[in-house]
């Protein structure tokens, strides 16, 4: 997988030659490139931003800037991808909020272009204009505001980076995680079987493996309609999140 990432803070993504994201980059499993958006401007203070139209607080970033940039990562001498092959992903507070099943559609996609906003965002014929040529996906990592979508990118990677084959040794760790068949995951215990007063439940040392899948089945039940409520009332059998019928 290829992935572009246009920003004002190229350095940020740095991390990502640590760790998994790092090797899998070694191994040319996924290919990282950033692009330093003041590049594409032509101003002796190599601008970005301008004051709203209409008024309002805060800078809003140029279109011509991002015209530029992205262009060049079309253009994409380096990949030989074409826009088409691509999708076009722009963080923001309002995008749809992005999730898991969104983690592994685009964990099969073989180019993603990343366009880091800052201030109040980017110019919206940006969006406009490249929604008519490529898919554009404005995304949201949740209900709250960042300072710019650098965050929000360097999460979408390493929450798409690891779907991608070959990137975690054992795919067998993504089956049983948390999101993936729309429950949260059960707790988890390693030794000792007793610290500080608190035993590890006694049937994970049962060795009866129906009862550990009954009894994590059931926590991850329990753990839900406590913490998320709302994302039992989309699964089939469930009765919404209504504590009466899961007491
Ligand atoms: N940029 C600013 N806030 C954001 C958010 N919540 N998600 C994605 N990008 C953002």
């Known amino acids: 997988m290829r992935i572009d990432i246009v920003t004002i803070f190229p350095s940020f993504f740095d991390v990502l030659d640590l760790s998994l994201l790092g090797k899998a980059r070694d191994a040319g499993i996924l290919s990282v490139a950033t692009h330093d958006l003041r590049n594409f401007t032509h101003d002796r203070h190599r601008t970005v931003d301008d004051t709203p139209y209409g008024g309002g607080a805060g800078m809003v970033m140029k279109p011509e800037p991002w015209g530029e940039a992205l262009d ?26 992005f999730t898991q099943a969104d983690a592994h559609e685009l964990a099969a996609e073989q180019h993603l272009i990343f366009a880091c906003g800052r201030y109040e965002g980017i110019d919206e014929r940006v969006t406009d204009h490249y929604a008519a040529r490529m898919r554009v996906r404005p995304i949201s990592l949740g209900d709250y505001v960042l300072n710019g979508g650098e965050v929000a990118v360097m999460a979408m990677i390493e929450a798409i980076g690891r779907l991608v084959p070959g990137v975690i040794g054992n795919p067998d760790s ?51 309609r406590d913490r998320r409520p709302e994302l039992l009332a989309g699964l089939p059998g469930e009765a919404g999140g209504n504590r009466d019928t899961h007491p």
Request: glycine share 10%; aromatic share 6%; hydrophobic share 40%.
């Open 72 to 97: 060049h990562v079309l253009a994409g001498g380096e990949s030989g991808l074409t826009a088409s092959a691509a999708v076009l992903v722009i963080p923001t507070p309002v995008g749809e909020i």
């Open 174 to 224: 993504l089956v049983e995680e948390s999101h993936e068949d729309g429950l949260l995951e059960y707790p988890s215990y390693t030794k000792p079987a007793s610290w500080r007063g608190l035993d590890v439940p006694p049937v994970l040392l049962s060795g009866n493996h129906a009862a550990i899948a009954a009894w994590r089945h059931e926590q991850q039940r329990v753990r839900t």
